[in-house]
């Protein structure tokens, strides 16, 4: 299943239609997407798509000799043999001389393993021959950090000949959604909390009944957790560490600092302390979280100097490493041994609405940030929220125009009403004073609200968003 994606997809488009050589390097994390994007990219092209693996480099050379003769009409390739590389793209530059060649190098990482000077040679390649033809070539990796020092960085032979990158990210809460057109907007956040913006992790949940989604839903994501992430043998129950292994050379440091975090340990000091690594070594390995997406650093708004602030936090960017430390590791030797449903039932199901309060704030702000001028003539230049030791505000922003916007998020069964809007308000008093200068307040709410919040509102110009407001796309 091919979900969003359109902005990324709709870049290589204009980029292939310009006619003109193009070196353009794709990567991020695994699952995230990027094999999918290059396939819907190059299905309707004259394309060489070659997906690498841990070979040595003369049967590479083999099997993307027998990929291209699909794609070219050239009698002679069937009794051509590649040498190395060089050899491989100036042939494949040679046939984009007049009509355009997509050349999609996937894994490229493994590529290089075998030939630590692949991209010297693409270098060279690339000065003499590529930037010459029509040849699109695309280098794609899920090894982050390889394709971000290896290949992006200044030190690499490649710095200065790619003509685009992207590195792409997690789906949004509302993409998500798109995967279930069928659910309620609450069932697509409850699935966004457990399993966050992955593609291929939310096509593991299916329905049980599509055709009666209103009388069998509860039952179906109950079915869904149990069969992918409480099942020894479920695609999700063994994830992350597979993830670690396959990206990470101290997996087991790396799962120690997220078990860490996941445990409620958000400065530098808790956690170099809680795994036993002074604080250098630590902040190492959670920048390299960090390039993953795993983890995130964040910092009240109200702070002038972000980057130096000492009020910084460490929280787990993604929805599904959290959900698993949360509610899959802790209970793997239950799981394990047959109790999947005594693990749903007795430390999932009632701890639930407890834990998607703070995915609802995550949620509520993506919505500020990315989607609120749909509905409101309000540009915001940052947002985020404001913490200290007897105050938080959940969602703060700083718009263009000098205003600024105050929210609060509530995950309740019952609806909001006046009493969060007058606690907010004396929140944002107690503020320093350009804060509250020009202050709007927007309240959230996963139940909706109550009838004198919504007069009171309508007079004052609060900003009211239940659920449906959140997953509504006027395109």
């Known amino acids: 299943m091919f979900i969003n994606r359109e902005q990324e997809l709709n870049n290589l488009e204009h980029r292939y239609r310009a006619k003109r050589a193009e070196l353009f390097v794709l990567y991020g994390r695994r699952r ?19 997906l690498a693996s841990q070979l040595k480099e003369s049967d590479h050379l083999m099997q993307i000799n027998e990929v291209a003769q699909i794609a070219i009409e050239d009698p002679l390739l069937q009794n051509m043999a590649f040498n190395d590389w060089e050899s491989a793209l100036v042939y494949f530059a040679q046939n984009a001389t007049e009509e355009p060649l997509v050349v999609v190098l996937d894994e490229f990482q493994y590529l290089c393993e075998d030939n630590t000077a692949l991209p010297s040679l693409i270098q060279r390649f690339w000065d003499l021959h590529g930037k010459n033809s029509n040849l699109f070539l695309i280098l794609c990796g899920s090894h982050v950090s390889f394709m971000e020092h290896e290949v ?57 009944n599509p ?67 002074n604080t250098t070594s630590a902040n190492k390995y959670v920048s390299v979280l960090r390039e993953l997406g795993l983890v995130k650093r964040v910092v009240p708004l109200t702070e002038r100097a972000p980057n130096k602030s000492k009020k910084g936090i460490y929280k787990i960017a993604d929805n599904y490493v959290k959900f698993w430390y949360r509610f899959v590791l802790p209970y793997r030797s239950l799981i394990e041994s047959g109790n999947s449903d005594l693990v749903y039932n007795r430390m999932i199901a009632p701890n639930l609405s407890q834990y998607m309060g703070e995915i609802f704030e995550d949620v509520c702000r993506q919505y500020v940030r990315h989607y609120w001028q749909e509905r409101i003539e309000i540009a915001p230049k940052r947002v985020g929220a404001h913490w200290s030791s007897d105050l938080e505000i959940d969602i703060m922003t700083e718009n263009l125009d000098g205003d600024n916007c105050f929210g609060e998020c509530k995950w309740w069964k019952s609806p909001v009403g006046e009493n969060v809007l007058n606690k907010l308000i004396q929140k944002v008093n107690l503020l320093p004073g350009h804060w509250r200068e020009r202050p709007n307040y927007m309240l959230f709410s996963a139940s909706g609200f109550t009838d004198s919040l919504k007069e009171r509102a309508s007079k004052e110009g609060v900003f009211l968003m239940d659920l449906n407001d959140l997953f509504y796309d006027n395109n």
């Open 152 to 208: 992006l960085a200044e030190r690499s032979p490649l710095y200065g000949r790619r003509t685009g990158q992207l590195k792409l990210q997690p789906l949004s809460y509302r993409d998500s959604g798109r995967f279930y057109p069928e659910f309620t907007s609450k069932e697509k956040t409850l699935i966004y909390g457990m399993l966050g913006g992955v593609p291929s992790y939310l096509s593991r949940f299916t329905l049980d």
């Open 32 to 50: 995230i997407g990027k094999t999918e994007l290059l396939l819907q990219f190059c299905k309707d092209k004259r394309s060489i798509y070659f």
């Open 211 to 277: 055709e009666h989604i209103y009388e069998t839903y509860h039952k179906s994501i109950e079915q869904n957790i149990i069969n992918e992430l409480l099942t020894p043998q479920g695609y999700l129950f063994d994830e992350v560490n597979f993830l670690l292994r396959t990206e990470l050379r101290e997996p087991r440091t790396y799962a120690s600092i997220l078990q860490a975090i996941a445990g409620g340990m958000t400065r530098l000091n808790e956690i170099s302390q809680r795994v036993g690594l």
